[in-house]
Antibody
């Protein structure tokens, strides 16, 4: 079955970077874009960005421009999201999610299990 | 920037019908998708393309769109439907994808 398995929890100090992985299986990896979404404790979902199937194009949310880099390794069917210059407000669970689209509809399915990133001095 | 607005909390009696709404200008152009999230879990897709259910999602879940409002309806709510529900839409201004703030559904 289609699965997205993310890397484990991370604890980082302010100013550091974190790189999270999302290993895809059960489908043709180069058929779908991949999104990244985060959720701060007790808060809602926030879209961060997306990478295209071949890894040659990315679109990032305005608030993360210059601080986030999304990449993918087609040979290992793994996506990566690196967030730099971390601050405590970056403490959140980070999810990857596979993109689907048809006509004027877009949806995310499935989602990875989430990766907790805790930023504290 | 574009926004999708949801009521923060909604309650429903067991077995009754509840509608969760999502408002935003982008919904005049793009269909919403809906996600259920239970505590400590990843979101799960429940409705896409206005009113399509992924396999495994019970038939009591349905979706609709009218003007700038998308709705998720649960007909005969069950205890296991208690969760947070998020709408999401594509957008042509600001960020290309946007989520609603989420609605916490309580089943009484």
């Amino acid at each position: 079955q289609v699965q997205l398995v993310q890397s484990g929890a991370e604890v980082k100090k302010p100013g550091a970077s974190v790189k999270i992985s999302c290993k895809a299986s059960g489908y043709s990896f180069t058929s779908n874009w991949m999104h990244w979404v985060r959720q701060a404790p007790g808060q809602g979902l926030e879209w961060m960005g997306v990478i295209n199937p071949t890894g040659t194009k990315t679109v990032y949310a305005q608030r993360f421009q210059g601080r986030v880099v999304m990449t993918r390794d087609v040979s290992t069917t793994t996506d990566y999201m690196e967030l730099s210059s971390l601050i405590p407000d970056d403490t959140a669970v980070y999810f990857c999610a596979r993109d689907h689209s048809r006509g004027n509809s877009w949806w995310f399915d499935p989602w990875g299990q989430g990766t907790l990133v805790f930023v504290s001095s | 920037s574009s926004e999708l607005t949801q009521d923060p909390a909604v309650s429903v009696a067991l077995g009754q019908t509840v509608r969760i709404t999502c408002q935003g200008d982008s919904l005049r152009t793009y269909s919403a998708s809906w996600y259920q999230q239970k505590p400590g879990q990843a979101p799960v897709l429940v409705i896409y393309g206005e009113n399509n259910r992924p396999s495994g999602v019970p038939g009591r879940f349905s979706g609709s769109n009218s003007g700038n409002t998308a709705s998720l309806t649960i007909t005969g709510a069950q205890a296991e439907d208690e969760a947070d529900y998020y709408c999401k839409s594509r957008d042509s201004s600001g960020d290309p994808w946007v989520f609603g703030g989420g609605t916490k559904l309580t089943v009484l």
